[in-house]
């Protein structure tokens, strides 16, 4: 079981002993935490460039950096009945710290719940709350733990000082978004300072991944510094075609990789592990393109099936965010500032010289978690609320003034697919989210959308005059919502779920509790994929957690061979 072509060269003469793929959120770290032994020799593959643009590092560039052949893979969903027929663009990062370079830098754990239940699914308490919770704060540097910081004695239960990845009050307030924060406290939210303890109920500016102003992402946080260790290397520009594998006593095993780099095929071997951190697209694709998936999918594309893993690839899930957008009065709002040329001159002489305004700000600023429903014992709604609408990403403003709360469903219950349409790694795969596609998760969408009426329609809000432009104050009905929100929802960026670990008896898991390929020595996947259930909230940090505890496990296998 060699890798497929017998014209590839022996990447640089050597052979490693870890072999990462992906300088991502993910990969980044891992490659950290294994060189850190200075005895382990990593080589850490990334297919995407250096993160030296400049808009990775503006906050406000995200909206350069997303559809943006440069910095983002430009995938596309295929045509999905919950959207109505529609595509969306499905950014992912595509440089060095990947998503964590183009995404809205938005510090959130989700909650408590999520990782008891992941414990339960793979019977195992390392992944419950209280242990993940030790792995969150290792790599966490929280402003309140500053010197000088306001941490409180449940700041300090909580958060860390002393790691790499930078939390930072956002540095910028809007009037009418605190008005919003007011209304929502008089529909039945509480009040928070903290959406990480476990319990993210309540309304708040949520906390950023930046430092002083300008985006912090994992290839500053983790790589930068990791590379000036002698045993840890980094090939940029390099795509993996397909793992490479043995057969070993009782399975297969993994032992290194083919891929592109500086325009000619190598191999390149690794004598412990090759570790996937390409992210909940990109490492399900690697695995088929490489022989593990579903035999039925492998077979018809001409792969030969190394490893028969039916769960490859399905269980993708996603938060769909359902836009509502409002026209109002007397506020301050982006659409406005950013319509004159004097207007954009100020926002950029403000962050030239102070590191604040428009320019510094997340692409969400006011954060609120509340329940769609009675039916629920926990929060499971998420709002994202923005000084600013537009119709759809990468198009202009609206020419009046607005705020647009988007609303999702954290929780939801359909499911979807990543697959690969052919061998060659170039050709984009299948992306299936089947948005709204249960019963569940319609009604939730129309909830959903009733509580941010009710929210817009309290006495807090009422001197801005809201009016509901989208998805319009006439539609009232379960019906009639649930299909406006396939009108007015798209995803934010948070894919899950597609190489998701199990018990070994589970016939759709694909790794186990810790995170091995089952039934494939050598190789493990350590990012978003992983999940069995999507955190209740953004994903980018638990996806840091999970490679911590990753790092941990491999690390520990070593020494105790």
């Known amino acids: 079981m060699a890798a497929r072509t017998n014209n590839a060269h022996q990447g640089a003469g050597d052979t490693f002993d870890y072999i990462v793929i992906g300088a991502g959120t993910a990969g980044c770290l891992m490659a950290n935490r294994l060189s850190a032994d200075p005895n382990n020799r990593v080589l850490l593959i990334e297919a995407g460039g250096r993160d030296n643009y400049h808009w990775i590092h503006v906050p406000v560039g995200y ?99 002393e790691g790499e990845w930078r939390v930072e009050k956002q540095r910028l307030k809007w009037p009418v978004l605190d008005d919003f924060a007011r209304a929502a406290v008089e529909a039945g939210i509480p009040r928070t300072d903290d959406f990480n303890r476990g319990d993210n109920e309540g309304v708040a500016y949520f906390d950023v991944n930046q430092r002083a102003g300008w985006r912090w992402n994992t290839s500053k946080a983790f790589l930068r510094p990791a590379l000036k260790r002698a045993n840890l290397t980094l090939w940029h520009t390099s795509q993996v075609n397909a793992l490479c594998f043995e057969q070993g006593e009782s399975a297969p095993r993994c032992t290194g990789v083919e891929l592109k ?235 899950v779920g597609t190489t998701r670990m199990g018990k070994a008896e589970d016939p759709m898991a694909v790794v186990d509790a810790r995170l091995r390929v089952l039934g494939v020595a050598g190789l493990r996947v350590a990012d978003a994929g992983i999940m069995p259930t999507i955190t209740s909230g953004n994903t980018n940090s638990p996806t840091l957690m999970i490679a911590e505890k990753a790092a941990k496990w491999i690390l520990d296998a070593a020494s105790s061979h």
């Open 261 to 495: 780099r500086q325009g000619r095929l190598e191999q390149v071997s690794a004598s412990r592990e090759v570790v996937l951190c390409a992210g909940a697209v990109g490492s399900p694709a690697l695995l088929q393109r490489s022989g593990i998936g579903a035999r039925a999918h492998l077979e018809e594309l001409g792969i030969e099936v190394v490893k028969e893993l039916p769960g490859v690839g399905e269980n993708l899930q996603d938060h769909l965010q359902i836009r509502s957008v409002y026209r109002v009065s007397n506020a301050k709002t982006l659409n406005a500032i950013a319509s004159t040329l004097l207007g954009k001159a100020g926002i950029g002489w403000e962050y030239l010289t102070k590191r604040t305004g428009p320019m510094s700000m997340a692409p969400s600023q006011l954060g609120a978690f509340t329940r769609s429903s009675s039916d629920y014992a926990h929060p499971n709604i998420q709002y994202h609320v923005q000084p600013l609408s537009l119709e759809a990403f990468g198009q202009p403003l609206h020419p009046y003034p607005a705020i647009t709360a988007s609303v999702c469903n954290l929780n939801p219950t359909s499911r979807g697919t990543v697959r690969i349409k052919s061998r060659d790694p170039a050709v984009p795969p299948s992306i299936r989210p089947n948005y709204l596609s249960t019963e569940e998760d319609r009604r939730v969408a129309a909830d959903s959308l009733r509580v941010t009426r009710r929210i817009a329609a309290q006495p807090a809000f009422a001197r801005y005059e809201p009016e509901e432009v989208k998805p319009g104050a006439q539609y009232q009905s379960d019906e009639e919502l649930a299909r406006l929100a396939g009108d007015i929802g798209t995803t934010i960026f948070h894919p």
């Open 63 to 161: 909206l350069y950096c997303i559809n943006n052949p440069r910095t983002d893979w430009l995938y596309k969903t295929e045509p999905d009945a919950g959207l109505n027929g529609r595509s969306l663009i499905y950014p992912r990062g595509k440089t060095l710290g990947g998503c964590s370079s183009i995404n809205g830098m938005i510090y959130m754990r989700g909650q408590a719940r999520d990782y008891d239940h992941w414990a339960q699914v793979v019977d195992d308490p390392a992944w419950s709350w209280q242990s993940c919770l030790a792995d969150f704060m290792r790599h966490e540097s929280h402003y309140r733990m500053d010197d000088g910081g306001d941490a409180d004695e449940a700041h300090r239960r909580f958060h860390g000082k």
